[in-house]
């Protein structure tokens, strides 16, 4: 079984991923700034971690940047999952050390797709 | 074309982005009276089969064709089709199919064709150093589209090279979608990673354009499988994944028998992961190693337009063709 970490400031869209990342038997953790992300990734590292971009206390961008800078035995996949969706802010991420990039909405299906993308179903 | 509406109802989040489509009917309601009329209309058009257990689609694939003429239900549009079959038959038929399709959809087949199929095909053509695919049924164009981006990507490897992408298909809102390259935010997301949504599109307010290098290595043209091909066509890959499948057994084969005409004796035509060609080893036989793909048996007289290995081009038999595609080879180099 796989792990997540969905990190989002919104409690209905954690709620909305969980429920999708269930079914496809994950284990699911949650925080809701990039903070709480960080100090979760301390403990134990997910395999993947869906990111929201605008989070209050630290952003989803600076959240990766600082996750990419620790040293750490494991390297974790990170989807972005935002409603930032143009060419700017999705470089921005991917030279930051995402995996992907989901623009919200998102359904199921994406989230599918995605996680087929990065090898995880 | 690709296929008749799924039996399986669309997620609500993408009716709703649908718009316009009215609730569906309720699975277990009886078909509306004038079902047969669809489903012969489907049948003659298509050839697809569309059965009584889909009949509950039929709403909400003929809701904006109901509206256009002012029919109040399937009934009074059967109706209004009975009385102007040629103005309203394309457009009821083409609203019954379901273009279904996605970039690299399944993944596998692109990958064996890199790892396996490309190699061998460019060592056997690479005196004419030319390439010719066709993706049937092609929808909206994700397919062809995907072929021409693994192209773009492996640039210096068929540089000088004629890389000629068809794809066909009968429905012409959807080739008119296809020729525009232009795709929505749900379309570029499946299946398509986001590198390669970076490198070869680029965004028109809400929507993704693919780039030009990627549109001008394919053309789409209007095509029903139903009908005899054009005359003097020869692909070494033939993609028809996902559209046999809905095809009753007698249609099947016809179309089969076509498509094998138009196939390089030494080509491969793939099919749909959940497709075999059973029961047609006269025609094809499954490709050693790779799922879903088969290639022609050595019958060399049913290869009727392409040349064999000497180059001697053999005739068809009993079928008109028109002029073969003609594509604008210089500039599609590689």
Redesign the interface.
């Known amino acids: 079984m796989h792990s997540c970490l969905i990190v989002d400031d919104s409690k209905v869209i954690r709620k909305v991923a969980r429920r999708i990342l269930e079914d496809f038997s994950f284990d699911i953790d949650e925080a809701g700034d990039g903070q709480q992300a960080l100090d979760r990734c301390g403990s134990a590292m997910p395999d993947v971690i869906l990111l929201d971009w605008n989070m209050p206390v630290m952003g989803g961008l600076q959240f990766l940047q600082n996750l990419r800078a620790r040293p750490a035995e494991k390297r974790p996949t990170v989807i972005f999952c935002t409603t930032e969706?143009?060419?700017e802010h999705?470089?921005a991420a991917?030279d930051a050390g995402?995996d992907?990039?989901?623009?919200k909405?998102?359904?199921?299906?994406?989230i599918k797709?995605?996680l087929?993308?990065v090898g995880l179903i | 074309m690709t296929a008749p509406a799924s039996p399986f109802p669309r997620p609500a989040a993408r009716c709703a982005a649908a718009g316009a489509a009215p609730a569906l009917r309720p699975v277990t309601a009886a078909p509306p009276r004038s079902f047969p009329v669809y489903a012969d209309l489907c049948a003659r058009y298509s050839g697809l089969k569309f059965s009584e257990e889909k009949s509950y689609l039929l709403e909400a694939r003929l809701s904006a064709i109901m509206r256009r003429e002012g029919c109040a239900d399937l009934d009074a549009l059967a109706a209004a089709l009975a009385k102007d079959p040629s103005r309203l038959e394309p457009d009821i038929a083409e609203a019954l199919l379901n273009n279904e399709t996605f970039f690299f959809r399944d993944r596998a087949p692109f990958d064996e064709l890199q790892a396996s199929v490309l190699p061998r095909l460019k060592a056997a053509r690479s005196a004419e150093r030319r390439l010719r695919i066709w993706s049937a049924a092609c929808s909206t164009g994700q397919e062809p589209y995907s072929l021409s981006m693994m192209f773009a990507e492996e640039r210096a490897s068929w540089h000088g090279w004629g890389i000629e992408i068809l794809g066909t298909d009968l429905s012409r809102s959807a080739l008119t979608r296809a020729r525009s390259g232009l795709y929505t935010q749900f379309e570029v997301q499946r299946g398509l990673s986001t590198h390669r949504l970076l490198q070869h599109f680029t965004k028109e307010g809400e929507r993704w354009r693919l780039k030009n290098d990627i549109r001008s290595r394919v053309r789409f043209l209007p095509r029903n499988l139903m009908h005899p091909l054009p005359g003097g066509e020869c692909f070494d890959i033939i993609f028809a994944r996902n559209v046999l499948m809905y095809f009753g057994r007698e249609r099947k084969a016809e179309v089969l028998a076509r498509l094998r005409t138009a196939l390089a004796p030494d080509g491969v035509i793939i099919l749909g992961a959940a497709e075999t060609l059973f029961g047609f080893q006269d025609l094809f036989r499954p490709a050693a190693g790779s799922r879903g793909y088969y290639s022609p048996t050595l019958d060399i007289t049913r290869t009727a337009i392409c040349p064999d290995s000497r180059g001697t081009v053999h005739p068809a038999r009993g079928e008109h063709r028109e002029s073969p595609i003609a594509f604008p080879t210089p500039n599609q180099r590689v």
């Open positions: 969706n143009d060419m999705i470089r991917m995402a992907e990039y989901i623009m909405p998102f359904d199921r299906e994406i797709a995605k087929e993308q």
